[in-house]
């Protein structure tokens, strides 16, 4: 199970839908606009996980059924943070950032109530969502904008009734 961070901003999901239904290409530059606001906390999240966090996450570790958590490798968990765009039913967020890699997963998401959990928050506090209250105002400016003017787009391509590029 991944790992977000959510933010609403209401009506991105319908104009998500809007833009697909309208123009593919639309949407994929909106998911591409999406990813540069959000790339500064990208970027500082990515920087910000440790090399090792507890020595014991260098050993393999897996669970009864297979499922593979550690070793701890800290490119791999980088590359696990990830922008996503969905407009599913039963998704609450349109845009959020993941934590796909198992031991990210469970860097981001280990609580105090285990000795696991104690243990690592002893040497290093969560990354994600501190990252994301520090920079939610350039965020949520960034997203405002964007979902604006998708809105704009949405807007002028039902009243037009034809395909008008921006």
Do not use: C
Request: charged share 20%; net charge positive.
């Amino acid at each position: 199970m991944p790992a977000t961070v959510k933010m609403e901003v209401i009506g991105v999901k319908e104009t998500v839908k809007a833009l697909r239904q309208v123009d593919p290409e639309i949407r994929k530059q909106f998911n591409r606009d999406i990813k540069a606001v959000l790339q500064p906390a990208l970027s500082k999240i990515k920087s910000s996980y440790p090399a090792m966090p507890l020595s014991g996450m260098s050993r393999f570790w897996a669970t009864n059924s297979g499922y593979e958590i550690f070793p701890w490798n800290v490119s791999k968990v980088k590359r696990g943070v990830t922008v996503k765009t969905s407009t599913r039913r039963n998704k609450n967020s349109v845009v959020y950032i993941s934590q796909a890699n198992p031991a990210g997963v469970l860097f981001e998401t280990v609580t105090l109530g285990n000795e696991l959990g104690r243990n690592i928050r002893t040497v290093s506090p969560r990354i994600m969502w501190p990252v994301i209250d520090e920079m939610q105002p350039q965020i949520t400016e960034g997203v405002g904008e964007i979902v604006l003017h998708a809105q704009q787009v949405v807007q002028g391509l039902m009243l037009n009734g034809k395909v008008v590029y921006l």
